[in-house]
């Protein structure tokens, strides 16, 4: 599982990252703080089983805090990307080229407007963010566009002298950018591409392009700053005029301080959620006008800092991946005695074998049955599993 951020310079995606990953990173207000990719572990939530067997589990991975299971994800935070990234100005091509293999991506966009298309610091609202989504929308299609382009000629051309299937071609020259032989079938469909491709237009390219990249690459947008006066405003102009996108609220400033303020036990805070406990007598007047503030101007504005919805969005809404637990009938402990100690995160209408491959390839090769833990019933090794499914893989001995 591979989340990318990326956007513009200094729209706070150094901090989103920080705060997701609490990894250690430069942050700062001009453009090109991070100048190579950073990756780190960020962490969805799922709600845990370990209240259906009343028992307490023991993570190996993440950590559950009252039965929400906090799952490991890879997150990569891309340098900002500017107008003409795509033929390769401002290091554009090595930056585009790090999003590639990315199961979805997450465009930060400064919603306050307090960023120029450079990075620049402004004024608030002084600049509109529906340029910078029109722009990397823009950036993307058109590299898209130059991995298609590139070579066009002689390969339509050999698509024509060898008699190759279109798609199967098409989803080989773009397997880098997750492109499979269906997808590129559904959108050689939808565009009606049925002539030859040599005869494609430029404007087919384009379309082609456009359209690859919307299924290989699913976005959301986190409308970062929202804490700042007036961006509700842009927030619900932008949710009106891109419908198409899932347009999400965030303070990545405001889950980082909370996040700090937690592991230096100033306070109890679970990620994602709308409220925090003070737990200790050491704070100053400072730091309780800050969390204060965000209280008031985010958590109850908008139900949380957003930086948490986010992720969890990405991965189960628009990607509709689901939590499946290895476990026993009779023993939900792993050798060590931990409870329940891993959670794994996998595609929709996966099933019971390709859990069994997910576990241990042998474990696949030799699988003869499963068992739902829940039901206690034998399942085949076609079953679909279901969001929060416990299973027992039965191997040959």
Same mark, same amino acid.
Request: contains cysteine.
């Given at each position: 599982?591979?989340?990318?951020?990326?956007g513009?310079?200094?729209?706070?995606?150094?901090?989103?990252?920080?705060?997701?990953?609490?990894a250690?990173?430069?942050?700062? %207000? !001009?453009?090109f703080?991070?100048?190579?990719?950073?990756?780190?572990?960020?962490?969805?939530?799922? $709600?845990?089983?370990?209240?259906?067997?009343?028992?307490?589990c023991n993570?190996?991975?993440?950590?559950?805090?009252?039965?929400?299971?906090? $799952?490991?994800?890879?997150?990569?935070?891309?340098?900002?990307?500017?107008?003409?990234?795509y033929?390769g #100005? +401002?290091? +554009?091509?090595?930056?585009?080229?790090?999003?590639?293999?990315a199961?979805?991506?997450?465009?930060?966009?400064?919603? =306050? +407007?307090?960023?120029?298309e450079? *990075?620049?610091? #402004?004024?608030?609202? %002084? !600049?509109?963010?529906?340029k910078?989504?029109k722009f990397?929308e @823009?950036?993307?299609?058109?590299?898209?566009? =130059?991995?298609?382009?590139? +070579?066009?000629?002689?390969?339509?051309?050999?698509?024509e002298?060898?008699?190759?299937?279109?798609?199967?071609?098409?989803?080989?020259?773009l %397997?880098?950018?997750?492109?499979?032989?269906?997808?590129?079938?559904?959108?050689?469909?939808?565009?009606?591409?049925? @002539? @030859?491709?040599?005869?494609?237009?430029?404007?087919?390219?384009?379309?082609?392009s456009?359209?690859?990249r919307?299924?290989?690459?699913?976005?959301?947008?986190?409308?970062?700053?929202?804490?700042?006066?007036?961006?509700?405003?842009?927030?619900?102009?932008?949710?009106?005029?891109?419908?198409?996108?899932?347009?999400?609220?965030?303070? =990545?400033d %405001?889950e980082?301080?909370?996040?700090?303020?937690?592991k @230096?036990?100033?306070?109890? !805070?679970?990620?994602?959620?709308?409220?925090?406990?003070?737990?200790?007598?050491?704070l100053?007047?400072?730091?309780?006008?800050?969390?204060?503030?965000?209280?008031?101007?985010?958590?109850?504005?908008?139900?949380?800092?957003?930086?948490?919805?986010?992720?969890d969005?990405? $991965?189960?809404?628009?990607?509709?991946?689901?939590?499946?637990?290895?476990?026993?009938?009779?023993k939900?402990?792993?050798?060590? *005695?931990?409870?329940l100690?891993?959670?794994?995160?996998?595609?929709?209408?996966?099933?019971?074998?390709?859990?069994?491959?997910?576990?241990?390839?042998?474990?696949?090769k030799?699988?003869?049955?499963?068992?739902n $833990?829940?039901?206690?019933?034998?399942?085949?090794?076609?079953?679909? #599993?279901? !969001?929060?499914?416990?299973?027992?893989?039965v191997?040959?001995?």
């Amino acid at each position: 599982m591979f989340l990318a951020l990326f956007g513009k310079p200094s729209v706070g995606k150094s901090t989103f990252f920080k705060a997701a990953t609490m990894a250690e990173t430069e942050i700062a %207000s !001009y453009p090109f703080t991070t100048l190579k990719p950073q990756e780190g572990i960020a962490y969805v939530r799922v $709600v845990c089983v370990e209240k259906e067997f009343n028992v307490k589990c023991n993570p190996r991975f993440g950590l559950c805090i009252n039965g929400k299971r906090f $799952v490991p994800i890879k997150l990569t935070d891309i340098p900002g990307i500017i107008e003409g990234s795509y033929q390769g #100005l +401002g290091r +554009g091509n090595e930056f585009l080229s790090s999003i590639a293999s990315a199961d979805a991506l997450i465009h930060i966009i400064d919603i =306050s +407007g307090s960023t120029n298309e450079k *990075g620049n610091l #402004l004024k608030p609202l %002084s !600049y509109d963010p529906a340029k910078d989504v029109k722009f990397l929308e @823009h950036e993307l299609d058109m590299w898209y566009y =130059s991995l298609i382009k590139k +070579g066009w000629d002689k390969f339509s051309k050999t698509l024509e002298h060898d008699n190759l299937n279109v798609k199967k071609a098409i989803a080989k020259q773009l %397997s880098g950018l997750r492109v499979t032989e269906d997808i590129a079938e559904t959108v050689i469909k939808k565009l009606k591409l049925i @002539h @030859h491709p040599k005869d494609w237009s430029d404007k087919d390219l384009k379309d082609l392009s456009r359209e690859l990249r919307i299924l290989t690459k699913p976005m959301i947008i986190a409308a970062n700053k929202i804490d700042i006066l007036g961006s509700k405003l842009n927030l619900e102009r932008l949710q009106k005029e891109f419908p198409e996108y899932k347009i999400i609220p965030c303070s =990545s400033d %405001s889950e980082l301080a909370l996040r700090e303020a937690a592991k @230096h036990k100033l306070i109890e !805070y679970i990620p994602g959620e709308n409220n925090f406990k003070i737990i200790s007598d050491k704070l100053t007047d400072e730091q309780k006008k800050a969390l204060d503030y965000m209280k008031k101007n985010v958590l109850d504005e908008y139900n949380s800092t957003g930086v948490q919805e986010i992720l969890d969005y990405a $991965v189960f809404e628009m990607l509709k991946y689901i939590s499946i637990f290895p476990g026993g009938v009779n023993k939900l402990e792993d050798k060590d *005695g931990n409870v329940l100690p891993d959670c794994f995160l996998m595609p929709e209408n996966s099933t019971a074998l390709d859990f069994a491959f997910r576990l241990h390839t042998d474990i696949g090769k030799n699988f003869i049955k499963a068992i739902n $833990v829940k039901t206690k019933m034998v399942i085949g090794k076609e079953y679909k #599993l279901k !969001y929060g499914d416990v299973v027992e893989i039965v191997v040959k001995k």
